[in-house]
């Protein structure tokens, strides 16, 4: 059995064709309150960021990206990450990017699946978590259904142009 391959999509290694799409996302400003960025990646940023996951291992780098591709034509439709980890604790947190285009078909659900998969057999991680904000109703709906438990509320742990976000941490052990 592929733990990368599901019945919709397959998950793989970053290449450096793959700089556009990530230059697109990275730089989608829509995003950034979710994904704690203040300011704008150059493409070398992120060129170097694709070099060195390319020639160092997971642990070395501390995260790794994998593409988010449709099986039937092989298109690139997000990414899934797994970051932060800790390997003394065998614990790391993840994040998902579906593109909009994408969204609501059941991607993500298969992305995060495939990523539990990958990072308990393979990373041999015992846990996985995420922060999410309290407003964020499609992503806190994503992390039930795959079988996060809740945690516990951040309170006023996100500073945004409208003032402070809750979050809620959720972990799964796997």
Not at 88 to 97: D, E, H, Y
């Amino acid at each position: 059995m592929n733990v990368l391959k599901s019945e919709n999509i397959y998950l793989r290694a970053i290449e450096p064709e793959d700089l556009d799409f990530l230059y697109r996302w990275e730089n989608c400003i829509d995003i950034w309150e979710e994904s704690n960025t203040l300011a704008p990646y150059s493409k070398f940023a992120i060129k170097e960021f694709i070099e060195r996951s390319l020639s160092e291992n997971v642990f070395e780098m501390g995260q790794i990206r994998l593409m988010i591709c449709l099986k039937d034509n092989e298109k690139v439709i997000g990414t899934a990450d797994i970051f932060d980890i800790d390997t003394i604790n065998s614990r790391a947190a993840v994040g998902l990017l579906i593109d909009n285009d994408y969204r609501g078909k059941g991607y993500a659900k298969e992305s995060l699946d495939l990523l539990c998969l990958y990072a308990k057999s393979t990373l041999l991680l015992n846990q996985l978590y995420v922060h999410i904000s309290t407003n964020n109703s499609a992503c806190l709906n994503l992390f039930e259904k795959s079988d996060f438990e809740k945690c516990g509320t951040l309170k006023s742990w996100t500073k945004t142009n409208s003032g402070y976000k809750d979050v809620i941490v959720f972990q799964k052990i796997l």
